[in-house]
Nanobody
Framework: VQLQASGGGLVQAGGSLRLACAAS????????MGWFRRSPGEERQFVAY????????AYEDSVKGRFTISRDNAKNTVTLQMNSLKPEDTAVHFC???????????????WGQGTQVTVSS
């Protein structure tokens, strides 16, 4: 599986963005998927994950109620709908694939290249 993230950009606080992660290969549905982010000078932070079938999701506390992760195994894509964006959401956002769901980035072996999200106040 190879991953390509897109959809980042510049948005005002309170706005929305929809990130997409397109996967190549035939094994997408065998992987749990996660979104992580990294701000300048900060450690990588878990954002959300979704199970192989899409029935189980989890979110980092600061994004609960604002972000929604979903996947379409027929189209080999996972998306992150981000609403009510805040300046502190500014970061490079990465999608990742792993054999199990986890908020620990070390559990994910395949990473996309990242897409920049910038939220202005």
């Amino acid at each position: 599986v190879q991953l390509q993230a897109s959809g980042g950009g510049l948005v005002q606080a309170g706005g929305s963005l929809r990130l997409a992660c397109a996967a190549s290969g035939r094994t997408f549905s065998r992987h749990a998927m996660g979104w992580f982010r990294r701000s300048p000078g900060e450690e990588r932070q878990f954002v959300a994950y979704i199970s192989r079938g899409g029935g189980i999701t989890a979110y980092e506390d600061s994004v609960k109620g604002r972000f929604t992760i979903s996947r379409d195994n027929a189209k080999n894509t996972v998306t992150l709908q981000m609403n009510s964006l805040k300046p502190e959401d500014t970061a490079v956002h990465f999608c990742a694939a792993g054999s199990t769901m986890s908020s620990d980035g070390e559990r994910y072996k395949i990473w996309g290249q990242g897409t920049q999200v910038t939220v202005s106040s």
